[in-house]
């Protein structure tokens, strides 16, 4: 795992709860736990060295949210979601951003049925479980913004008439930070539908070693034929109800609060965490604590999921980008700033 998965790995993450946290474990939650886990092995047997990436991922699935993945091109963004996708065995699609892409080839449109003489929705590849918008960025804002209603909502609406999308339902979109010809930037407002932003980088030398070991094997990353469906849809959506059902106590509401607030007086920062990326936060931090059996977020869940929840939602000020200034360095400084509550 490299230094950019800020998500830390499952199996080191219970030494972040703090001791004033019991851990009470029902015989269900501890299944579906390890139903979760069982889903992280399935997806290594096609990724090697982005744990973290897959723990973000797992995050966002329990929280009801989406992700947006960074990374140059080769470091497995696009196998990661179809692999997670695999494992979890849910429907998912793939739309491949393009300039000339337009609204309704995501969410769908109206066609003209020439026997019955009357228009009918043909949906889009956007109604599945789990969609990939591979390189999101290199098409207009005008169809980015066609994933608002769905991400938010949940929903597709089409000539007066809101169609539910499946549940669960989430978008894994990617894009690469280094290339801007022929390129958009995503706005605000999509940014903000982002429940994460994971920065893909590159794998540490041994874990390459077993990527290129895997495939001298005879691996092929267009069939994943060793990744099996280990969890159902009904299994996901109980843990889901039981993550949004961990403890919060008034003094970490504070606690998100303070942060979010000391975003906004960074001298750095132009536009700092709204009150939904406090909402984004706190989801993340129960989803957290969840897949570590704790029963009550603590300061650490919450500063974990700091990074990822936030990193793309702050609007640096221009002088502080050309100085080199970064999201994930303010957030840094405003952790160590903040008063923890005890």
Do not use: C
């Amino acid at each position: 795992m490299t230094e950019e998965n800020t998500v830390p790995d499952q199996n080191t993450a219970s030494e972040q709860n703090t001791a004033s946290v019991q851990n009470t474990v029902t015989p269900d939650d501890a299944a579906l736990r390890q139903a979760m886990h069982r889903v992280r092995l399935e997806v290594d047997k096609a990724v090697i060295g982005q744990a973290g990436t897959v723990t973000g991922l797992l995050v966002a699935l329990l929280a009801r949210g989406h992700v947006l993945l960074e990374g140059v091109p080769g470091v497995a963004k696009t196998l990661v979601v179809r692999s997670f996708a695999r494992a979890l065995g849910l429907d998912t699609k793939r739309v491949q951003f393009t300039p000339d892409l337009m609204p309704g080839d995501v969410t769908g449109s109206l066609v003209y049925d020439a026997r019955t003489g009357e228009f009918e929705f043909r949906a889009g590849p956007v109604f599945t479980s789990i969609l990939l918008a591979d390189e999101i960025n290199r098409t207009p804002p005008k169809t980015q913004a066609a994933l608002l209603e769905a991400m938010e909502e949940r929903q597709v609406s089409a000539d007066g008439v809101s169609r539910p999308l499946p549940d669960p339902f989430l978008v894994a979109a990617t894009q690469n930070p280094v290339e801007h010809e022929g390129t958009y930037t995503l706005p605000e407002a999509q940014l903000d539908r982002f429940l994460m932003k994971l920065v893909v980088g590159m794998p540490e030398r041994d874990a390459e070693v077993s990527v290129l070991r895997l495939h001298a094997e005879g691996f092929s990353p267009r069939l994943l034929s060793g990744v099996e469906a280990v969890i159902t849809a009904e299994e996901i959506r109980a843990a889901q109800e039981a993550a949004a059902r961990v403890q919060v106590t008034d003094e970490v509401l504070g606690y998100v609060v303070d942060l979010a607030r000391a975003t906004r007086q960074s001298p750095s920062v132009e536009l700092g965490a709204s009150p939904r990326a406090a909402t984004a936060l706190l989801a993340a931090a129960k989803a957290w604590a969840w897949l570590n059996a704790s029963t009550a977020v603590t300061p650490d869940h919450v500063q974990t999921m700091l990074m990822p929840v936030w990193r793309h939602r702050l609007q640096l000020r221009p002088d502080a980008q050309m100085e080199g200034v970064t999201a994930d360095a303010v957030l840094g400084s405003v952790v160590q700033q903040t008063r923890v509550p005890i």
